[in-house]
């Protein structure tokens, strides 16, 4: 049997009518119409003809809007003008052909994007999958470049800045699609050059507004006339952006003035929470970098941090973040700031048949990274000058603060921000004299019945946060990490501590 292209779809036209079905997002026109027709003529005879290519090649014709509801963009290339793009959804509504689906399996994208009428630049995607459910196709497209008009360099960093100041900033996506539909017993048939022009919204940084402080890593007066203060911080991003920036730094000012430069490395952004180590230089010089210190002491101090001429060795970066301006609270003495975990658990102290004679204990003990998903590697567990130390607390009176044993440079371990390990070390068990025999027999009393032993931990160590190799001094104690007491398991082993204690 022969099908008549116009019968066909004047059939699924009228159909539609009759049962009142709705004729899209907007007045059908007569492009829509004859676009309509052939779509219907394609899927019921496999027929594409020259005048479809035209119907679908004009701006306004199949596709009506698109939503981007993710988008990476990386901004590290070494060419500043064609950063990668990529994006796992993209939503197209297309005109609605009553009780047909087009069955799109496939698509190609050749986009143009334009801000307040300036041509910035274009994207040419691969092939990637599509399904279409009615009248709306989905889609996604993988690492494809950006590449910016050399004319429109100054208008596509006015972009980024809009991006980075605004919670929305509208643009219009211009090109074309092509297009693999299967047809079943025909096929599959690529329809090149549908056409599209829609006006499309993107979520922006909104200035990063909601910039919280989460915790002081540590501070360092090595460089003359400087205090580098680093710091974690959550950086809210309220966009569907994904954007890897590279290194970037802030112009930092408190109450005052300007108090000296903060800056990210390696800034990589997804939406939501993005917890980021900034490394801000305090320029001691400075009466507004005293008065914030100072201050600090007796009440919340706050920060805020500016884009500027050195914010990025980006070109396109570095003009398109010079606008983004955000405020950081820094609490009073810090307090209320605090580790993602804590950096320890699960303890166990075992007494070995040698400890009466080269006095060491062995620990075995979980370590984790509390530093909001940095690493963490243990440098030394007893730095020059420090004198590191378990001590009992909560067993009895008598031993309420009773040195248990010294850390002795023994620890060492390196974990990522997400995983934990289990490490076994050695340490120097504390060494009684004859008086403590009493106390000693109390503490294995409560060990026998309770099968631990309750600790607290002095204990400043060196380590490095996040593998940039620099030695950080960080208090790893129960003060410094709200860890609380912990309670450290014995065996049957522990009850041999009493043949340490001297008898003369």
């Known amino acids: 049997m022969k099908f008549s292209l116009k019968s066909v779809a004047l059939s699924a036209l009228l159909a539609s009518a009759a049962v009142g079905a709705p004729v899209g ?29 035209a119907a679908v090649a004009v701006d306004l014709g199949l ?42 399996d496939s698509v190609q994208q050749n986009i143009i994007i334009t801000d307040n009428g300036v041509q910035l630049g274009s994207i040419g995607t691969p092939w990637s999958a599509a399904s279409v459910n009615g009248g ?33 900033h509208i643009t219009t996506l211009q090109g074309s699609v092509d297009a693999k539909l299967n047809l079943g017993i025909f096929g599959h048939l690529t329809i090149p050059g549908i056409g599209f022009k829609v006006n499309t919204p993107f979520q922006g940084l909104n200035n990063l507004n909601g910039m919280k402080f989460m915790i002081l890593i540590d501070t360092n007066f090595d460089t003359p006339g400087k205090i580098i203060m680093a710091t974690i911080i959550n ?25 000296g430069i903060s800056t990210i490395k390696n800034l990589s952004l997804v939406p939501g929470d993005n917890f980021v180590m900034s490394i801000t230089a305090l320029d001691t010089s400075l009466g507004p970098t005293n008065d914030f210190l100072n201050g600090l002491y007796n009440a919340d101090q706050t920060l805020v941090l500016t884009g500027f001429s050195g914010t990025s060795s980006d070109a396109a970066l570095n003009a398109g973040l010079a606008a983004l301006k955000s405020n950081l609270v820094v609490p009073m003495n810090f307090v209320g700031a605090s580790l993602s975990q804590v950096p320890y658990k699960n303890w166990s102290l075992k007494v070995l048949p040698t400890t009466a004679t080269d006095g060491l204990v062995e620990v075995t003990g979980t370590f984790q990274s509390g530093y909001y998903g940095y690493s963490l590697q243990m440098l030394q567990d007893e730095p020059a000058g420090q004198d590191n130390y378990a001590f009992i607390t909560g067993v009895s009176l008598g031993t309420e603060n009773m040195r248990l044993f010294d850390f002795n440079n023994t620890l060492s371990f390196t974990t990522s921000g997400s995983s ?35 600790i607290n931990l002095w204990w400043i160590a060196n380590v490095v946060v996040g593998g940039d190799g620099i030695t950080r001094q960080v208090d790893l104690g129960n003060s410094g990490t709200n860890a609380g007491v912990m309670n450290v398991a014995v065996g049957s082993d522990f009850a041999s501590i009493v043949n340490l204690v001297p008898s003369a």
């Open 235 to 259: 950086l809210k991003n309220p966009s569907n952006l994904s954007l890897k920036l590279g290194d970037v730094s802030f112009s930092t000012a408190a109450a005052g003035g300007y108090v």
């Open 136 to 168: 709306t196709m989905t889609t996604s497209f993988t690492t494809s470049a950006l590449n910016v008009f050399p004319n429109a360099q100054s208008a596509f960093s006015q972009f980024i800045s809009a991006l980075s100041t605004s919670t929305s």
């Open 420 to 454: 934990s390990t289990t490490v076994t070390f050695k340490v120097p068990f504390i060494k009684f004299v004859k008086s403590d025999a009493s106390r000693v027999q109390e503490l294995v009393t409560f060990a026998s019945a309770k099968g631990y032993v309750s």
């Open 25 to 53: 997002v907007e007045k059908r026109d007569s492009n829509s119409d004859r676009i309509a027709a052939c779509f219907v003529g394609l899927i019921f005879t496999g027929a594409w003809p020259s005048s479809c290519k």
């Open 63 to 104: 596709i009506k809007t698109i939503t981007i509801n993710q988008m990476s963009m990386d901004f590290t290339p070494a060419n500043p003008w064609a950063p990668t793009t990529s994006s796992n959804n993209i939503v197209a509504t297309m005109i609605s052909i009553p009780g047909i689906t087009l069955p799109i």
